[in-house]
């Protein structure tokens, strides 16, 4: 059974910096790409960021680049977000989320087919 279990959310300031982790079992987690949503209050799910399977390749969304770092441990089973210069729009639930297929790759919004509970993140003075 595919377990995915977020970790590292909080309330910080504007301009902070946080670290999300998501522990992985249940599969061969360096077969797959990773990938992160989010979703704010009272908003759709909006995609964040995704790792191929052995991170050499990632993609952000135009509303995180260059403030947010996608990140693996494959010995660890574990997948990152280092978020950055936090904004009080990036206030959400994040999410993780395993890539349905297997050892592939592809730019933008992933298809997915396991979620963790999630982490809340809030950005607040």
């Known amino acids: 059974e595919v377990q995915l279990v977020e970790s590292g959310g909080g309330l910080v300031q504007p301009g902070g910096s946080l670290r999300l982790s998501c522990a992985a079992s249940g599969f061969t987690f360096n077969f797959y790409a990773m990938t992160w949503f989010r979703q704010a209050p009272g908003k759709g799910l909006e995609w964040v960021s995704s790792i191929s399977s052995l991170g050499g390749s990632t993609d952000y969304a135009d509303s995180v680049k260059d403030r947010f770092t996608i990140s693996r441990d494959n010995a660890k089973n574990t997948l990152y977000l280092q978020l950055n210069r936090l904004k009080t729009e990036d206030t959400a639930m994040y999410y993780c989320?395993?890539?349905?297929?297997?050892?592939?790759?592809?730019?933008?919004?992933?298809?997915?087919?396991?979620w963790g509970q999630g982490t809340q993140v809030t950005v607040s003075s």
């Open positions: 989320a395993k890539v349905r297929a297997s050892r592939t790759w592809a730019l933008g919004t992933p298809d997915v087919d396991s």
